[in-house]
C-alpha cells in the first residue's frame, strides 16, 4: 500500500492520490549463467532472464479529489520479461572493460479492459519498473540510472545499453555512457518511436 509522504488535505501531490493499493500474485520463471564469483571482477559474463505471468491482481485507488469517485478492480492479464546482460574484458591489470545491456517489457492490453477493470498505463504504478540511482536495489523491478533519483522513473518499458571503464588501484574510476529507450504505454509504442521517431514525435 501507498500513502502520500504530505495529507493530500495540506498539499496534493502529482498523481492526485490520497491511498493506493495493488495486488499482484503471479508464477514466473527465470534463468542465471553467471562466470563473475570474485569481488572485482576483471572478466566474466553474466546473464539473467525472467518471464512472469499474472493469475490474479486488482487495485484500489482513493483519490485526493472527493468529486471523483474512488476506483478498484483489476488490471487484466500482465506478462513481463526481464533481460539483464553483462561481459567484461580485462584490458590491463587494473582496468576492465564493461559492455552491459538491461531491459524490461510488460505485455498488457487496456483496449481490451472491461468497464470495471483498471486501466494499467494509468494506474499500474504498483508493478512498473522503476529506474534511477546508482546502488542496485533488491527490489525486482527497479534498474539503476544514473543522473536520476533513487527509482525515480516509473515506465511500463525500457531498453538500456551501457559502456562503461572500470579501474582499480589507490583510486577507482568508473566513468560510464549509457544509452536508453522507454515508454509509458505498450512496447508497440517504443518500438513505433524506434522505428520511426519523427512520426512518433508528432503525435500527441
Not at 90 to 96: A, G, N, Q, S, V
Not at 115 to 125: A, H, Q
Not at 143 to 156: C, H, K, Q, R, Y
Amino acid at each position: 500500500m501507498l500513502k502520500p509522504e504530505v495529507d493530500p488535505d495540506i498539499a496534493d501531490n502529482i498523481l492526485g492520490l490520497e491511498r493506493y493499493q495493488m495486488k499482484n500474485y503471479n508464477v514466473y520463471a527465470h534463468y542465471v549463467f553467471n562466470t563473475m564469483n570474485r569481488c572485482f571482477i576483471h572478466e566474466g559474463l553474466y546473464f539473467k532472464a525472467k518471464l512472469s505471468q499474472s493469475v490474479h491482481n486488482d487495485g484500489e485507488i482513493v483519490l485526493s479529489d472527493e468529486a471523483v469517485e474512488d476506483l478498484s478492480g483489476s488490471f487484466g492479464s500482465l506478462t513481463e520479461l526481464s533481460l539483464d546482460f553483462e561481459k567484461r574484458y580485462p584490458l590491463r591489470k587494473k582496468m576492465t572493460a564493461v559492455v552491459g545491456a538491461t531491459t524490461g517489457f510488460t505485455f498488457y492490453d487496456d483496449a481490451r479492459a472491461g468497464e470495471d477493470d483498471l486501466s494499467y498505463t494509468i494506474y499500474g504504478y504498483g508493478s512498473k519498473y522503476y529506474l534511477g540511482g546508482v546502488l542496485t536495489r533488491p527490489r525486482k523491478d527497479n534498474a539503476t540510472l544514473p543522473g536520476l533519483n533513487e527509482a525515480e522513473l516509473p515506465v511500463t518499458q525500457f531498453m538500456m545499453l551501457y559502456l562503461s571503464l572500470h579501474t582499480t588501484g589507490k583510486f577507482t574510476l568508473s566513468p560510464m555512457l549509457t544509452s536508453l529507450r522507454l515508454a509509458f504505454r505498450t512496447l508497440v509504442t517504443m518500438l513505433m518511436t524506434l522505428l520511426h521517431p519523427m512520426e512518433a514525435g508528432m503525435k500527441p
